[in-house]
């Protein structure tokens, strides 16, 4: 199965602060690769999909970068709306796999 | 609008059964890939399973032979049957459908989940 490591594991920002999330697959996935936000009790909730694709709704203050092994998911300016764990996940092989997720507290 | 509503979680005893549901609403599940995904208290999702639009199934290892899928088109309604529940199969289930093109596929719609609990 491919892992997915994402760093940090948790982090603290301030609003209006630039905030960077990175995932590593252990194999290429191409842009095989979704994030993912969730709030507590809720269902994750999907913000970029193959790397750099903005799903529809969401604010274009997320993006998402990388290819390969290597991928990028920014928050251009956090909103108090944002806070949350954020997960990456692959779909290039079976079986999907995530990564172990990235609190971000405001 | 699109809503998929689970059901049947609960507490159940080691070695026990439960059926979870997954009640569609705003697209037809036949047409569709659907998964069943779970998460742990504190983890990350876990794919579980998921049954195409053709009916072929496939489970991850950590499950296969103790775990079904399957879906009743009239009902418009995803099952994962699971057997011989193990402590470590507590977690939060939820079913998804698996939305794919030929560059990409992800899960974007999500049920609000149903909690399953193995405990003595």
């Known amino acids: 199965d491919i892992q997915m490591t994402q760093s940090p594991s948790s982090l603290s920002a301030s609003v209006g602060d630039r905030v960077t999330i990175t995932c590593r697959a252990t194999?290429?996935?191409?842009?095989?690769l979704n994030w993912y936000q969730q709030k507590p009790g809720k269902a994750p909730k999907v913000l970029i999909y193959?790397?750099?694709s903005l799903q529809s709704g969401v604010p274009s203050r997320f993006s998402g970068s990388g290819s390969g092994t290597d991928f990028t998911l920014t928050i251009g300016s956090l909103q108090p709306e944002d806070f949350g764990t954020y997960f990456c996940q692959q779909s290039n092989n079976s079986p999907l796999t995530f990564g172990g997720g990235t609190k971000v507290e405001i | 609008e699109v809503q998929l509503v689970e059901s049947g979680g609960g507490l159940i005893q080691p070695g026990g059964s439960l059926r979870l549901s997954c009640a569609v609403s705003?697209?037809?599940?036949?047409?569709?890939?659907m998964t069943w995904v779970r998460q742990a208290p504190g983890k990350g999702p876990e794919w579980v399973s998921i049954i195409y639009s053709s009916g072929s199934t496939y489970y991850a290892d950590s499950v296969k032979g103790r775990f079904t899928i399957s879906r009743d088109n009239s009902r418009n309604t995803v099952y994962l049957q699971m057997n011989s529940l193990r402590a470590e199969d507590t977690a939060v289930y939820y079913c998804a459908r698996d939305r794919r093109s030929g560059t990409w596929a992800y899960l974007d719609y999500w049920g609000q989940g149903t909690l399953v609990i193995v405990s003595s």
């Open positions: 193959a790397a750099s």
């Open positions: 705003g697209f037809t599940v036949t047409n569709n890939y």
């Open positions: 194999q290429n996935i191409g842009n095989y």
